[in-house]
């Protein structure tokens, strides 16, 4: 099945400073990913829309200057949250379809950031 | 734009069989999707309904009602590995799975 995997699991960094996240297919090549927050015991949210070779589309309300996504290729997607502060602690899962229209989302493992 | 809803939190003990309903709302319905997810863990897919029916996947099933814009997952002989929160999500026309909205999710403890 489609793997997807996400680098760091954790990471916690002082405010102001930027944190990159890398999220990787392992076994099929995703044009498209996609980048989810997820607070305590809340749903996921989507950040933005990933594309090879093009600008990420982001979702209303999330700042495309600090949260900065680039796709370079077909199987690798980064999230860079940057000059971070203590309110962009969360959960962020990116994730990619199978490869065909029908196929289901399939999740890295996330990235719990705190900001301290 | 769409919409879901689903039970917050629902208990049950070991052996028993659960379900947890969700309802949408949404224009262009292309599919409804469950998701498990464990504390600390990412999502995990689960199982896919795109037309009516249940769907079975070993323990768990799906049922769509695309008429009644309601679904539902069916847990059988649960187990205590099965508490986690379970998300519905739906997607619609013209979009890739990624953009599917997700419901907020229901929390399912399983105790012996």
């Known amino acids: 099945g489609a793997v997807v995997s996400q680098h760091p699991s954790w990471v916690i960094c002082k405010s102001g400073t930027s944190v990159k996240i890398e999220c990787r297919s392992l076994?099929?090549?995703?044009?498209?990913m996609f980048w989810y927050r997820q607070f305590p015991k809340q749903s996921l949210m989507l950040m933005a829309t990933?594309?090879?070779?093009?600008?990420?589309?982001?979702e209303q309300g999330v700042e495309k200057d600090k949260f900065l996504i680039n796709h370079a290729s077909l199987t690798l997607s980064t999230l860079t949250v940057t000059s971070a502060h203590p309110e962009d602690s969360s959960f962020y899962i990116c994730?990619?379809?199978?490869?065909?229209?029908?196929?289901?989302?399939?999740f890295g493992n996330g990235t719990r950031l705190t900001v301290t | 734009g769409q919409s879901l809803e689903q039970p917050s939190e629902v208990t049950a003990v070991e052996g028993a069989i659960v379900q947890i309903n969700c309802t949408y709302q949404?224009?262009?319905?292309?599919?409804l999707s469950w998701y498990q997810q464990h504390d600390g863990g990412a999502p995990t897919f689960l199982s896919y309904?795109?037309?009516?029916g249940l769907e079975e996947t070993g323990r768990f099933s799906s049922f769509l009602s695309r008429s009644d814009s309601y679904g539902y997952l069916l847990l059988q002989e649960l187990q205590m590995k099965d508490s986690a929160s379970y998300f519905c999500?739906?997607?619609?026309?013209?979009?890739?799975?990624?953009?599917?909205?997700f419901g907020d999710g229901t929390t399912l403890t399983v105790k012996p």
């Open positions: 994730s990619a379809s199978g490869g065909s229209d029908n196929s289901p989302l399939h």
């Open positions: 076994d099929f090549q995703a044009t498209t």
């Open positions: 990933s594309n090879e070779g093009s600008k990420a589309t982001y």
């Open positions: 949404t224009s262009g319905f292309y599919g």
């Open positions: 309904n795109a037309l009516d």
């Open positions: 999500a739906v997607r619609s026309l013209n979009t890739n799975a990624g953009k599917s909205t």
